[in-house]
Every structure is written in structure tokens, then in C-alpha cells.
């Protein structure tokens, strides 16, 4: 720029201030490693609970599938069977489902750790970061949600089983 009066150059200089290094602090990185490794039990503990519900379906499913091909099994009895291996059928899409969306939300609860414990050396890892702890949590809400599904699924499979009983709707 040009001054008017004295025909002089004046220049601006700007002040950057500098981004300070990373520094490294076992506490901070402890603490910000928590909440996804608290996120990651529970999960196992879902899928617990999840491989244990499948293993019950599918033995309960090979049972009135061997009812369903005796040949003593009436067919109203057939009827009975056929509505409740339906729905067993669904219920075991749905566990599966809410297993896979689970495993899913695990890797990305253990790419959360990860980056929380690369994003002290690199600033940018805190994104990603944070974009697997939400894609996570929206995966476990999912597989929650496919679990509700299930139980409903597991009292309607209950009533099939009962129809024959309480047909008169007591």
C-alpha cells in the first residue's frame, strides 16, 4: 500500500500465532478412551445375550420342524406349527440382524478407541473419531430396536402355540 503523503510503501504484517504441538497426556487420553470402551462392554453384553437368543430359536425351530415331518402330527397340529415356524423364522432374521448391526457398532466403537489414541499425534483423527462413535450408537439403536422387534415377535410365536388352548379367548 502506498502511502499518499510520503510516497512510502507501508506494509501490514499479520501475526500467526502458531497451533501448538501435540502434547501428550496419559490422563486425557484415558479419559477420552472411556465412553466408547464402556460403549464396546455393553455391546459384547448385548451380543452375548443376542448368540445365546439365536442358539434357543434354532433349537426350538429344529424341534417343530421334527414335529411338523412326523407322520402322526395332525394336520390341524401341522397348521399350529407352520404359523409358529413363521414367526420363529422372522424372530431369527431379526436376531441375526441386530447381531450383524452389533458387530458392526463394535468395530466402530474400536476405531473410535483407535483414533482417540492416534488424534494425540494428529489433530484430524478426532473426526473420524467421533464419526465412528456416532455411527456406532446409530447401529446400536438399530440392533435395539430389531430386538424389540424380536420379542413381539416371540409373544405372537407364544400365542400361536397357546390358539389351540384358548381359542375361546380366555
Not at 90 to 100: D, E, N, P, Q, S
Request: hydrophobic share 50%; net charge positive; proline share 3%.
Amino acid at each position: 500500500m502506498i502511502c499518499a503523503k510520503a510516497g512510502k510503501r507501508q506494509s501490514r504484517t499479520r501475526h500467526v500465532t502458531p497451533m501448538p504441538a501435540p502434547t501428550f497426556n496419559l490422563t486425557s487420553l484415558i479419559s477420552a478412551a472411556v465412553a466408547p470402551v464402556v460403549l464396546i462392554s455393553a455391546a459384547a453384553i448385548l451380543l452375548s445375550g443376542y448368540s445365546a437368543k439365536y442358539g434357543s430359536i434354532s433349537d426350538r425351530m429344529r424341534d417343530l420342524t421334527g414335529e411338523y415331518r412326523r407322520a402322526e402330527t395332525t394336520p390341524a397340529r401341522k397348521t399350529l406349527l407352520k404359523q409358529q415356524l413363521t414367526l420363529f423364522r422372522r424372530r431369527i432374521i431379526a436376531v441375526w440382524g441386530a447381531t450383524a448391526l452389533l458387530s458392526f457398532a463394535l468395530l466402530l466403537f474400536l476405531g473410535t478407541v483407535l483414533s482417540v489414541i492416534l488424534s494425540t499425534h494428529e489433530a484430524r483423527l478426532g473426526w473420524v473419531g467421533a464419526g465412528c462413535l456416532v455411527c456406532g450408537l446409530g447401529l446400536m439403536v438399530g440392533a435395539i430396536m430389531l430386538e424389540l422387534y424380536e420379542i413381539r415377535l416371540a409373544r405372537l410365536a407364544v400365542d400361536a402355540e397357546l390358539s389351540d388352548i384358548f381359542s375361546d379367548g380366555s
